[in-house]
């Protein structure tokens, strides 16, 4: 695993994955930085490098009345001050070729959200800051076509491109991840698993997402075993109340349990 992918990221000895992980959305500075804080100790005592994930504002929801975030500028620099804070790189999600500007600012990666992996101008926006391209596979795309998707980065320049696995559509309201396409898109860059919103129930007719938080431990350990190089794991510490995805969140206090257990199974998988 190169970890230069992510130039500030913390290097460690161990061949540990890494993990990109924290809130949906930035509700506000004090969650932000009590998230970060309570996953750094995890990380640091086991040795995985870490990138804290916030989204500064979520632009696709299922309804208008839906939250969407606290104002780009004001979360923006919630995630920057995380970083400065405890020395962690960070990444959010961007909608629009201006997000990409603006956020590349303040953040280290600049993540492509599913829906919109095949956005041309978005991924290229994305890839000219010369920031890391971290794309997630479109839950419409195979395995394969994520190869063009990287090509978009690099043959922009910029070589520092990562594939996340979020699943699959499978009917209307469920997602599946094919875990045969974890080798086919490591050939084209480091693949990550979205663990949690791999886990989602979309398209409720409430409008509001639901999801299946009981298997991400389940998940995350078929991801390890797989081969992954990183895991994408969402996490609050109130998720009933959480603003955005808490019905497939982790619950932040079984934070430590599963990353022990994940850096166990990897140390058995590396040796194979």
């Known amino acids: 695993m190169n970890l230069s992918l992510i130039p500030q990221i913390k290097h460690t000895d161990s061949n540990n994955f890494f993990l990109l992980s924290g809130p949906c959305a930035i509700e506000g500075e004090d969650m932000a930085m009590r998230i970060a804080e309570h996953i750094i100790t995890t990380t640091d005592e086991l040795k995985i ?6 989204s500064f504002k979520k632009a696709n929801r299922s309804r208008l009345d839906s939250f969407t975030g606290i104002g780009d500028e004001k979360a923006l620099k919630i995630l ?12 959010t999600d961007i909608h629009t ?3 990409a500007v603006m956020a590349a600012e303040y953040v280290d990666v600049l993540q492509i959200p599913a829906f919109l992996a095949r956005q041309t101008d978005l991924v290229v926006a994305a890839a000219e800051t010369g920031k ?30 990562m594939i996340t696995d979020r699943g699959t559509m499978f009917g209307y309201q469920d997602m599946i991840v094919d875990f045969r396409g974890v080798p ?54 109130d998720c009933a109340n959480a603003k955005s995805d ?7 206090g079984l934070m430590k ?9 990897r140390a058995v998988v590396n040796e194979f």
């Open 49 to 54: 490098p870490y990138v804290f994930k916030g």
């Open 80 to 91: 920057r001050k995380v970083s400065e804070t405890f020395k962690v790189p960070t990444v």
């Open 97 to 99: 070729e201006q997000d």
């Open 132 to 161: 890391t391209v971290n794309i997630k596979k479109g839950q419409f795309m195979s395995p394969e076509s994520m190869k063009h998707a990287v090509n978009k980065v690099t043959e922009t320049g910029n070589q520092q491109a």
């Open 184 to 237: 086919t898109m490591k050939q084209y860059a480091p693949v990550v698993l979205d663990v949690t919103h791999s886990l989602q129930q979309p398209n409720q007719t409430s409008g509001v997402t639901g999801g299946r938080p009981a298997l991400i431990g389940t998940m995350a350990r078929a991801g390890v075993a797989a081969g992954v190089d990183g895991l994408f794991i969402e996490t609050h510490f």
């Open 246 to 252: 808490g019905a497939n969140m982790l619950d932040l």
């Open 257 to 265: 349990k599963l990353l022990t257990d994940l850096v166990a199974l």
